[in-house]
């Protein structure tokens, strides 16, 4: 059973910095990937980043690209988000996600608020 913890968030001041981890847990498994998403009040959730082990690569989202910055370790099967100069359009809950064979695993989700 893959699981999935996240940690980190929190509230801060907008220009601030948080930072968000995940990590896997569980059976051993092969990992393609792993990202964040984001869901703000009473709206979709949204892609803000990923990292691809097959491919080498990372993704932002043009919203963040300046700001956030996505880092991994695919023998720990965990993923990082570095969020700086946090605006209170950021605020939402943040999603971390593992391609795994055959499906995607979430995470909790963790709350970031972000104060003007």
């Known amino acids: 059973q893959v699981q999935l913890v996240q940690s980190g968030g929190g509230l801060v001041q907008a220009g601030g910095s948080l930072r968000l981890s995940c990590a896997a847990s569980?059976?051993?498994?092969?990992?393609?990937?792993m990202g964040w998403f984001r869901q703000a009040p009473g709206k979709e959730r949204e892609f803000v980043a990923d990292?691809?082990?097959?491919?080498?690569?990372?993704h932002v989202t043009d919203a963040v690209k300046d700001r956030f910055t996505i880092s991994g370790d695919n023998a720990k099967s965990s993923v990082d988000l570095q969020m700086n100069n946090l605006r209170p359009e950021d605020t939402a809950v943040y999603y971390c996600?593992?391609?795994?064979?055959?499906?995607?695993?979430w995470g909790q989700g963790t709350q970031v608020s972000v104060s003007s």
């Open positions: 996600h593992a391609d795994v064979p055959g499906r995607r695993v």
């Open positions: 569980g059976t051993t498994f092969q990992t393609f990937g």
């Open positions: 990292i691809s082990w097959t491919t080498n690569t990372t």
